[in-house]
Protein backbone atom coordinates (compact mmCIF):
# COMPACT_ATOMS: atom_id res chain seq x y z
CA UNK A 1 0.00 0.00 0.00
CA UNK A 2 1.12 3.81 -0.50
CA UNK A 3 0.44 6.49 1.52
CA UNK A 4 1.15 10.39 0.93
CA UNK A 5 1.92 13.52 3.02
CA UNK A 6 1.35 16.85 1.94
CA UNK A 7 3.10 18.55 5.27
CA UNK A 8 1.61 21.90 5.36
CA UNK A 9 -2.28 22.11 4.74
CA UNK A 10 -2.10 25.79 3.92
CA UNK A 11 0.22 28.05 2.08
CA UNK A 12 0.12 31.98 1.89
CA UNK A 13 2.16 33.87 -0.29
CA UNK A 14 2.95 36.89 -1.75
CA UNK A 15 2.53 37.67 -5.84
CA UNK A 16 5.38 37.23 -7.42
CA UNK A 17 7.59 35.42 -4.83
CA UNK A 18 8.57 31.88 -4.90
CA UNK A 19 6.60 28.42 -3.19
CA UNK A 20 7.56 25.04 -2.59
CA UNK A 21 4.55 22.60 -1.77
CA UNK A 22 6.32 19.57 -0.18
CA UNK A 23 5.09 16.01 -0.52
CA UNK A 24 6.62 12.70 0.31
CA UNK A 25 5.57 9.43 0.15
CA UNK A 26 5.32 5.82 1.19
CA UNK A 27 5.73 2.56 -0.49
CA UNK A 28 7.05 -0.60 -0.93
CA UNK A 29 6.95 -0.93 -4.22
CA UNK A 30 7.97 2.26 -7.33
CA UNK A 31 5.68 4.44 -7.70
CA UNK A 32 4.77 7.08 -10.45
CA UNK A 33 3.96 10.58 -8.99
CA UNK A 34 1.40 13.50 -10.07
CA UNK A 35 0.16 16.68 -8.85
CA UNK A 36 -3.09 17.35 -9.21
CA UNK A 37 -4.38 21.08 -9.08
CA UNK A 38 -8.06 22.19 -8.29
CA UNK A 39 -9.62 25.55 -8.49
CA UNK A 40 -12.39 26.95 -6.76
CA UNK A 41 -15.31 24.95 -7.53
CA UNK A 42 -13.50 22.72 -10.32
CA UNK A 43 -12.41 19.08 -10.65
CA UNK A 44 -8.80 18.14 -10.44
CA UNK A 45 -6.88 19.13 -13.34
CA UNK A 46 -3.45 16.87 -14.01
CA UNK A 47 -0.29 19.38 -13.40
CA UNK A 48 2.66 17.25 -14.05
CA UNK A 49 4.02 13.72 -13.54
CA UNK A 50 6.74 11.74 -13.29
CA UNK A 51 6.93 8.21 -14.84
CA UNK A 52 10.69 7.83 -15.43
CA UNK A 53 13.29 9.29 -17.07
CA UNK A 54 14.64 12.95 -15.92
CA UNK A 55 13.84 13.41 -12.64
CA UNK A 56 12.76 16.97 -12.83
CA UNK A 57 9.25 17.27 -14.63
CA UNK A 58 8.00 20.62 -15.43
CA UNK A 59 4.47 22.06 -16.20
CA UNK A 60 3.33 24.66 -19.03
CA UNK A 61 2.32 27.05 -16.45
CA UNK A 62 5.84 27.81 -14.65
CA UNK A 63 5.43 24.86 -11.70
CA UNK A 64 8.35 22.08 -11.45
CA UNK A 65 8.66 18.61 -8.81
CA UNK A 66 11.28 17.12 -8.84
CA UNK A 67 11.80 13.27 -7.91
CA UNK A 68 13.81 12.57 -5.33
CA UNK A 69 13.97 8.67 -4.54
CA UNK A 70 16.16 8.80 -1.69
CA UNK A 71 14.39 11.06 0.49
CA UNK A 72 10.41 9.83 -0.97
CA UNK A 73 9.71 13.30 -1.97
CA UNK A 74 8.13 14.86 -4.76
CA UNK A 75 8.06 18.71 -4.22
CA UNK A 76 6.07 21.55 -6.51
CA UNK A 77 7.63 24.46 -7.13
CA UNK A 78 7.21 27.53 -8.67
CA UNK A 79 9.67 30.57 -8.79
CA UNK A 80 7.59 33.26 -9.27
CA UNK A 81 3.74 32.60 -8.30
CA UNK A 82 0.31 34.89 -10.03
CA UNK A 83 -3.08 35.51 -8.69
CA UNK A 84 -4.18 33.09 -10.55
CA UNK A 85 -2.14 30.20 -9.23
CA UNK A 86 -4.79 30.46 -5.70
CA UNK A 87 -5.90 26.64 -6.12
CA UNK A 88 -5.87 23.08 -3.94
CA UNK A 89 -2.58 21.32 -5.20
CA UNK A 90 -2.81 17.56 -4.25
CA UNK A 91 0.05 15.18 -4.33
CA UNK A 92 -0.58 11.65 -5.53
CA UNK A 93 1.30 8.51 -6.62
CA UNK A 94 0.13 4.96 -7.76
CA UNK A 95 2.54 1.66 -7.67
CA UNK A 96 4.13 1.10 -11.06
CA UNK A 97 3.03 -2.68 -12.05
CA UNK A 98 -0.10 -3.62 -11.02
CA UNK A 99 -2.67 -1.41 -10.02
CA UNK A 100 -1.11 1.01 -11.64
CA UNK A 101 -3.89 3.20 -11.98
CA UNK A 102 -5.04 3.05 -8.75
CA UNK A 103 -4.03 7.00 -7.05
CA UNK A 104 -3.41 7.37 -3.69
CA UNK A 105 -3.54 11.18 -2.99
CA UNK A 106 -2.29 13.23 -0.01
CA UNK A 107 -4.88 15.44 2.19
CA UNK A 108 -4.08 18.95 -0.11
CA UNK A 109 -2.42 22.01 0.06
CA UNK A 110 -4.04 25.45 -0.53
CA UNK A 111 -1.79 27.97 -2.18
CA UNK A 112 -3.42 31.55 -1.19
CA UNK A 113 -1.46 34.06 -3.24
CA UNK A 114 -1.75 37.41 -2.06
CA UNK A 115 -2.14 40.93 -4.15
CA UNK B 1 -15.25 19.28 -26.81
CA UNK B 2 -13.70 16.15 -24.49
CA UNK B 3 -15.07 16.12 -20.88
CA UNK B 4 -16.52 14.28 -17.96
CA UNK B 5 -19.88 15.13 -17.43
CA UNK B 6 -21.59 14.39 -13.85
CA UNK B 7 -25.70 14.80 -12.61
CA UNK B 8 -26.91 16.42 -10.94
CA UNK B 9 -24.10 18.43 -10.18
CA UNK B 10 -25.75 19.15 -6.78
CA UNK B 11 -28.26 17.01 -4.19
CA UNK B 12 -30.08 17.35 -1.14
CA UNK B 13 -31.69 14.17 -0.31
CA UNK B 14 -33.19 12.15 2.93
CA UNK B 15 -31.64 9.22 4.77
CA UNK B 16 -32.51 5.73 3.03
CA UNK B 17 -33.99 7.42 -0.15
CA UNK B 18 -32.24 5.58 -3.29
CA UNK B 19 -30.16 7.63 -5.78
CA UNK B 20 -28.26 7.44 -8.91
CA UNK B 21 -24.92 10.09 -9.58
CA UNK B 22 -24.43 9.58 -13.24
CA UNK B 23 -21.24 10.00 -14.92
CA UNK B 24 -20.53 10.43 -18.41
CA UNK B 25 -17.19 10.85 -20.70
CA UNK B 26 -17.14 11.47 -24.73
CA UNK B 27 -13.13 10.34 -24.74
CA UNK B 28 -13.72 6.97 -25.14
CA UNK B 29 -11.71 6.08 -21.95
CA UNK B 30 -11.38 2.45 -20.73
CA UNK B 31 -10.75 3.44 -17.02
CA UNK B 32 -13.22 5.06 -14.67
CA UNK B 33 -13.42 6.02 -11.38
CA UNK B 34 -15.30 7.49 -8.50
CA UNK B 35 -13.90 9.40 -5.83
CA UNK B 36 -14.84 11.53 -2.45
CA UNK B 37 -13.72 14.46 -1.28
CA UNK B 38 -13.89 15.35 2.25
CA UNK B 39 -12.40 18.57 3.93
CA UNK B 40 -8.92 17.47 5.71
CA UNK B 41 -9.12 14.00 3.84
CA UNK B 42 -8.01 14.90 0.32
CA UNK B 43 -9.50 12.56 -2.42
CA UNK B 44 -10.45 8.69 -1.66
CA UNK B 45 -11.74 6.39 -4.20
CA UNK B 46 -15.05 4.35 -4.38
CA UNK B 47 -14.60 2.15 -7.00
CA UNK B 48 -13.04 2.03 -10.16
CA UNK B 49 -13.75 0.32 -13.72
CA UNK B 50 -11.04 -1.38 -15.94
CA UNK B 51 -13.35 -1.33 -18.91
CA UNK B 52 -17.04 -2.48 -19.67
CA UNK B 53 -18.42 -5.00 -17.09
CA UNK B 54 -15.38 -4.81 -14.76
CA UNK B 55 -15.65 -2.93 -11.78
CA UNK B 56 -13.71 -2.79 -8.30
CA UNK B 57 -13.85 -1.55 -4.76
CA UNK B 58 -11.50 1.33 -3.68
CA UNK B 59 -11.15 2.25 -0.37
CA UNK B 60 -14.21 3.57 0.93
CA UNK B 61 -16.48 1.16 -1.34
CA UNK B 62 -18.58 0.39 1.85
CA UNK B 63 -22.88 2.02 1.07
CA UNK B 64 -21.92 2.59 -2.80
CA UNK B 65 -22.62 0.29 -6.02
CA UNK B 66 -21.77 1.07 -9.53
CA UNK B 67 -22.16 -0.32 -12.98
CA UNK B 68 -20.63 -0.24 -16.64
CA UNK B 69 -23.08 -1.50 -18.75
CA UNK B 70 -21.47 0.77 -21.75
CA UNK B 71 -18.15 2.43 -22.13
CA UNK B 72 -19.09 5.52 -21.58
CA UNK B 73 -20.98 5.70 -18.73
CA UNK B 74 -20.00 4.86 -15.19
CA UNK B 75 -23.23 5.82 -12.86
CA UNK B 76 -22.63 5.54 -8.89
CA UNK B 77 -25.95 4.30 -6.73
CA UNK B 78 -26.40 4.93 -3.17
CA UNK B 79 -28.99 2.26 -2.05
CA UNK B 80 -29.79 4.06 1.15
CA UNK B 81 -27.53 7.07 2.06
CA UNK B 82 -26.86 7.76 5.62
CA UNK B 83 -25.89 11.03 6.83
CA UNK B 84 -21.68 9.84 6.34
CA UNK B 85 -22.12 10.26 2.84
CA UNK B 86 -22.51 13.70 2.23
CA UNK B 87 -19.84 14.63 0.77
CA UNK B 88 -18.13 15.57 -2.54
CA UNK B 89 -18.22 13.48 -5.11
CA UNK B 90 -16.11 13.32 -8.52
CA UNK B 91 -16.18 11.50 -11.29
CA UNK B 92 -12.64 10.49 -13.69
CA UNK B 93 -12.08 8.78 -16.22
CA UNK B 94 -8.67 7.81 -18.32
CA UNK B 95 -7.27 6.43 -21.58
CA UNK B 96 -5.07 3.35 -20.45
CA UNK B 97 -1.72 3.78 -20.54
CA UNK B 98 -1.94 7.50 -20.24
CA UNK B 99 -1.81 7.89 -16.65
CA UNK B 100 -3.49 11.23 -16.65
CA UNK B 101 -7.27 10.80 -14.93
CA UNK B 102 -10.04 13.72 -16.24
CA UNK B 103 -12.21 14.85 -13.70
CA UNK B 104 -16.10 15.58 -13.98
CA UNK B 105 -17.34 18.82 -12.10
CA UNK B 106 -18.13 17.19 -8.92
CA UNK B 107 -21.71 16.72 -7.45
CA UNK B 108 -22.25 18.16 -3.94
CA UNK B 109 -24.30 15.27 -2.02
CA UNK B 110 -26.22 16.22 0.98
CA UNK B 111 -28.00 13.78 3.54
CA UNK B 112 -29.87 14.74 5.73
Known amino acids: AQSVTQLDSQVPVFEEAPVELRCNYS??????LFWYVQYPNQGLQLLLK??????LVESINGFEAEFNKSQTSFHLRKPSVHISDTAEYFC?????????????FGKGTKLSVIP | EAQVTQNPRYLITVTGKKLTVTCSQN?????MSWYRQDPGLGLRQIYY???????DKGDVPEGYKVSRKEKRNFPLILESPSPNQTSLYFC???????????FGPGTRLTVT
Open chain 2, 27 to 31: MNHEY
Open chain 2, 92 to 102: ASMEAGSYEQY
Open chain 1, 50 to 55: YLSGST
Open chain 1, 92 to 104: AVSPVGAGSYQLT
Open chain 2, 49 to 55: SMNVEVT
Open chain 1, 27 to 32: SSVSVY
